[in-house]
Structure formats: structure tokens, C-alpha cells
């Protein structure tokens, strides 16, 4: 069974830019929650998913955005990039809401 | 005061040794995750746990839901278990997960 899958792994951008990181959950699992990882705040909630529906939102600005896509695929939206979004963004599935939570790799940004 | 805080901060070991990594919680939750994480960063759930005990290898994780605090042991320690182990909880109804600052383990051989 694969597990989730994170895309791109590494990606560079300028400040003012814009990125839409990918992650595709293991077959079956409906809920996408998606998290920052920085060395000074360490692991953040950013947003969760379930049924192509946004559930939780954590304490991040309005340029983070994301969706879900029938097949339960996430996508999330950074706009205006800035320097500190500068870290690792992970996503996690589970089968249900508050179930198990199975991470992908993460996606590196740099913001230059 | 985080909702969730890990101690020791930093721990480092002899090979064989058993460990003990702790996590304090201040608030009402659903379930506690115990993660692993290795230089690279990718993040592998060890446990999750509502309650009691579980056992996976070396690896034993506990909860005391009254008394807010897990604990995760890792008994025959070896120096591939050197990672980065976090603690997060669901809180309450909710479905999103809160965070320890996680602690920095280093088994030497």
C-alpha cells in the first residue's frame, strides 16, 4: 500500500511569488491535515480536510489556503510568498477525523 | 505554557541503555500521538493511544489520562533510534493536533 505522497520534495521561490504544494493520502484515507515546520515554532496546524470540505483552520494568515479534491488529493496554496514561510510543510492523512495520522516526506520551501 | 511540553529537552545515551521520554499535556484530549522524526524530516507515527499501554518491538508507550502525562520507553536502546520524538495530542473533539517541541534523542554506540 503506498503511503502519502508529497510533491514536489524541494522547491525554491522568491519573496512575492507564489507555490501550491501537492500530497496525495494513502488509498482510503478521507481526512488531509496539513503542517509547518519551522525550527523556531516547530510543528504548526495549518488546515485539515475531510470530504473536499476545510474543517480546522489553525492561526495562519489568509495567504495560506488550500482544497481537497474528490479523490481526497489536498493541495495547499501559499500566495505572496515572505521569508518566513520559509520551512517544511507536511501532510498527514487518516482514515477518519482524529484517527491515526500517517505523515508524507514534507515539502522543503525556501523562500528567497 | 504550551499545551503540550516534553522533557528531557535533549538526551543522549550509551547503546543498551533503556530510555524514558516524558509528555505533559494541559488540556482536555481525544488521543496522544507519539512520532518519530529523522534528520531529512519525515515523520513516522510510533503510537497512538487513548488509554493504557502499547507495546511495538522495543518500544513501549504509555498514558495516565487522569494525571495528563505519556511516557514513551525504549528499552535495548540502539543508535538508529538518534531521532527527534514528538509528542501531539488531539485536543478534545478536535480533529487537529497540538504539538510538543519535541526532543532530541542521540544513542551512542
Known amino acids: 500500500k503506498a503511503g502519502v505522497t508529497q510533491t514536489p520534495r524541494y522547491l525554491i521561490k522568491t519573496r512575492g511569488q507564489q507555490v501550491t504544494l501537492s500530497c496525495s493520502p494513502i488509498?482510503?484515507?478521507?481526512?488531509v491535515s496539513w503542517y509547518q515546520q519551522t525550527p523556531g515554532q516547530g510543528l504548526q496546524f495549518l488546515f485539515e480536510?475531510?470530504?473536499?470540505?476545510?474543517?480546522n483552520k489553525g492561526n495562519f494568515p489568509g495567504r495560506f489556503s488550500g482544497r481537497q479534491f474528490s479523490n481526497s488529493r489536498s493541495e495547499m496554496n501559499v500566495s505572496t510568498l515572505e521569508l518566513g514561510d520559509s520551512a517544511l510543510y507536511l501532510c498527514?492523512?487518516?482514515?477518519?477525523?482524529?484517527?491515526?495520522?500517517?505523515f508524507g516526506q514534507g515539502t522543503r520551501l525556501t523562500v528567497v | 505554557k504550551n499545551e503540550v511540553e516534553q522533557s528531557p529537552q535533549n538526551l543522549t545515551a550509551q547503546e543498551g541503555e533503556f530510555i524514558t521520554i516524558n509528555c505533559s499535556y494541559s488540556?482536555?484530549?481525544?488521543?496522544l500521538h507519539w512520532l518519530q522524526q529523522h534528520p531529512g524530516g519525515g515523520i513516522v507515527s510510533l503510537f497512538m493511544?487513548?488509554?493504557g499501554k502499547k507495546k511495538h518491538g522495543r518500544l513501549i508507550a504509555t498514558i495516565n489520562i487522569q494525571e495528563k502525562h505519556s511516557s514513551l520507553h525504549i528499552t535495548a536502546s540502539h543508535p538508529r533510534d538518534s531521532a527527534v520524538y514528538i509528542c501531539?495530542?488531539?485536543?478534545?473533539?478536535?480533529?487537529?493536533?497540538?504539538f510538543g517541541k519535541g526532543i532530541t534523542l542521540s544513542v551512542r554506540p
Open positions: 498527514a492523512s487518516s482514515l477518519a477525523r482524529g484517527g491515526d495520522a500517517f
Open positions: 488509498s482510503g484515507h478521507r481526512s
Open positions: 480536510y475531510f470530504s473536499e470540505t476545510q474543517r
Open positions: 488540556v482536555g484530549i481525544s488521543a
Open positions: 493511544l487513548s488509554s
Open positions: 501531539a495530542v488531539y485536543t478534545g473533539a478536535n480533529s487537529k493536533l497540538t
